[in-house]
């Protein structure tokens, strides 16, 4: 191996290493908002609380779209390693397409909200739930644009080391906007229906 | 809603005092231009600077950032003491009470987020790659990004003297008086967007330094033979991580406060305001520790070098940073004890507060203790350093009767409050850092600083501060609450105020000798020149490679295999391993950061003046931006070899 | 200058300092350190306290920074010099151990003190405790006595040895409610009552003041806090009845408006009720239709 090489791969064992300290920053912002939330969550100033919004169905499909992308994200991960391009790209279509599906159905429901008069203006309750929720779906918008850049990249270059370091830690970014989403599906829906 | 937003031409400032400001701005920037022009020195501007990924060049530029950022904030300091010594009883001074308001929040905001954060990435951006024998950071273009946020913040902020003008709720900008509700004009939006951008730039930092550090050591340099700046850095860099992204939160949430009408911290609609003082003390309080310690970090270093000694207690040092970043997190109501939080609540986190002492109290026993039997030469560096102890002594003193819940009941938001982190932050992070500016100028300029001016300067800014903060220290217990633009001479307070603007003036003098120290010792580097590349006979890895050191800092990558590496391989002589020159890779030169800023500082004007399209534009453009830089691969050069050693060749050259 | 000229003009100059400063202080009147009822008292002693146990580890610090820099410096050949020293794990344990000492007595004397100062706590006391419901406005503050039926701006009076109970509510930005003189602040907040419980021992006028930025005209939100014998007291509020203003609904709202000429006004009578429509006015009305809300 090359000192050029060399010097490549241990530079990219660090973008692996800082994407997981980005990470933990970004768990963090996340964390604010899950404790404002936590705190607002009675202040409905008189509107409706989560019990009288939220339709956990609507809320379940959401979350097994969002699990069933993160499952095809992983096999994509899996057939990437494998060296399988045509797989790798037709699994992260799918995620791809998943995902958009996911951030369909969370734009209906903000519209719905939105529409029936209950906007974020409405209460600090709502305010934080928009801002928390929508913290999540920017996330995944910026998750979606990245997907379609390195599909592109993988259908021109293949599945350069490269490009497979690339993928390893959109893979991380999705499974962890997973388990946030499984987060706010507990924090927020859940427990605001249940209380 | 027109192109502009709420942008007119009324939005300008007038004032004689504000239109002074905006001269001297404008002034500066056209004298900067001109200078440019005139030496036609655009290309070099470009080349040598604007396009850079070299973080020594970024870290002198985050110290020219600060320094001037400084000398704003200087400025404003000064208005407060001159606009508080003559503004008695009938005489209002010649400040309105908004404007004075705008001029204290300036001042704290600049202070902290864009003079001391500034001082302290530039150090770290200089000297942590070669204390651990790196050739670079993990992540040279993200550093660039980094620097150019922090300056497109502080642009944006002061941007506010021109058109629309700043908050005037005080440096933190409590709600709700930071609500649209009492504080409708832009003066906040102009605090959010600034901070936001730059705190970005922070936190980007935070990680790139962490990956540094974490995994670019020199071989054989275990955490446990790091030299302490570095220990102390590491510190900070984990306390940023974790605090920064609360702050960027806080931040948005304020924001869309304002900009979406939502109820985060509004009084009516269930908002809640208790919650942001809570949110951002959880970031505030790490904040200071994340200031204090690469201070420490620079006096250990100082401390060590120039008592010819090894640190006193390494091991009681680490385990000291490691105490203090954890209990910082476990402190923030300490600053509102006067919320009515309830007995338990509050002596809990007052006995959190008092117990950082100690872990901060044997860090300084571990410095005298480095100076007991050694040769203590009192360099200006070392001067800083004793004027240290002196005022974080007080200071601490005064933390911990702050920190009885009772007893900040009678000391909370008056001067005595003011006095007391102006002694920690001036005296503990403001002379850390000029300590370490002035220990590490010449290895980047290859020429020392003039040791008399720099005396001088020590001299009146360590008295001008016992003049200027023990007047605040008395009034305060007289009663005198922060953030006054008048009172009643009837309260004696009259006299003290005085004092504490003569103080000030001695401090400003003392700034004046920098000046002309920087100046004289430019002139004069002939004198000066340091041409062994160890010119205070130092002790770690640094003082090993040529001053300024090479782009690539270590042509030879050193082995490492104690604590004071470079002082044991003075000491044991050990032979230079024969010279065997590789090529070397390095990031190339890219406007890109620049660039990407600039579209932030877009996206925040936009912001600020409700000019959405802008905000979108600049935020698609950020996207493209990163989209492109990512899709290209080749971000590297080689330099060879022969170049390697055509270059080290004439480093030596040099030097004989 | 020789170095001995040199400390010799230092200290006498230092020595003149000093003097001038402890004339000057001697003299000026610092409400803090000069307490006039027990809450303020037990502040006092408190940072006296902090301040004494401090100089246990604050004493060893000064010397040894002036006396390691004497004897060390590096003119001095005769000093030791240890360039391997660089630790000890005896010496290191006293400055983990000692402070640790000291800051442990500080947690026993925060905790105790903490509960006993709680500003929620009503004070012992034979005599009956005065209410007092305090409004911080923009910029100014109200004084409501509900036992009393009267109420004042700017101005309020109180019996001595009499246990006063502050109940406090803002209808502004937060503010801070401190009588430095008495005892210890606490912040007024909109939408919800917070207490403080003070007595004055000694009649006199304090100095009453806002110690949290509140807008434009903060620096005016500064108040008289006079301490009388009760007949005084009662005098005061017979006067205050002869008044010719209410404080209706009316009233309150032109009073509530922002404004910083610093007022003195009184009032004979005050609506039933006033401060907890005040608190609860932050509350949601109880119908309250989405149209409203801004949408």
Redesign the interface.
Known sequence: MS??ET??QEAE???L??FW??L???S??F???F??FA??RN?????PSGETLFSLPFVLAETLILLTSSFSCGLAILSARQGQKNRVLWLFGLTFLLGLAFLGLELHEFSHL?Y??????????L??F??LVGTHGLHITAGL?WMA?MMS?VRSAGLTP?NLK?LTMLSLFWHFLDIIWIFIFTVVYLLGVAS | MSLLGRLNLQAIQHGWVIAAGQLTLVGVMLLVLGYLTFTKRWKWLWREWLTTVDPKRIGVMYILFAGLMGLRGLTDAAMMRAQQAVSVGGNHGFLSPDHYQQIFTAHGTIMIFFLAMGLMFGLINLVVPLQIGSRDVAFPFLNATSFWLYAMGGMLLNLSLVIGGFAATGWLAYPPLSELAYSPGVGVDYWIWGLQVAGIGSLLSGINFMVTILRMRAPGMSLMKMPMFCWSVLGSLSLIIFAFPILTATLTMLALDRTLGMHFFTSYYGGNPMMYVNLIWAWGHPEVYILILPAFGVFSEVVATFSRKPLFGYKSMVWAIWGIVLLSFLVWLHHFFTMGAGADVNAFFGIMTMAIAVPTGVKIFNWLFTMYRGRVRFATPMLWFMGFVALFTVGGVAGVIMALPPADFQLHNSLFLVAHFHTMIVGGVVFGYLAGLTYWFPKFTGFKLNERLGRYAFYCWFFGFLLAFVPLYILGLMGATRRLDHYDPSLGWHQLFIVAGIGVAVICAGVGFQVLQLIVSIRQRKQNLDTTGDPWNGRTLEWSTASPPPAYNYAVIPNVENKDAFWAMKKLKTPLPETRYESITMPKNTIMPLVIASFAFALGFGMIWHMYWLSILGLLAIISCIVIRGSADEHEYVLSAAQVRQTEEALKERYV | MSTKTKTVVGVVIAVFILFIAATYLRSANIPVLEPAGPIGQKEKRLIVEAVLLSLVVVIPVYVMLVGFAWRYREGNKKAKYSPELDGSRPLESIWWGVPIILITILAVIAWRSSHELDPFRSLSSTKPPLDIQVVALDWKWLFIYPQQDVASVNYFRMPVDRPINFQITSDAPMNSFWIPQLGGQIYAMSGMATQLHLEATKTGDYLGESANISGEGFADMHFTAAATSQPDFDAWVRGLKKSPNILGQTAYDRLARPGHDNLVAYYASAQAGLFDQIVNKYEAPVYFAPAEAGL
């Open positions: 000192r050029v010097a490549r064992s660090k973008t290493f800082g300290v980005y933990m920053t970004d963090v912002l964390a604010s908002f404790a404002t705190v607002l202040s409905t100033y008189g509107g939105y029936e008069g209950n906007g974020w203006r409405r209460s600090g309750f305010s934080a928009f801002s644009i850049v990249k490269f690339r």
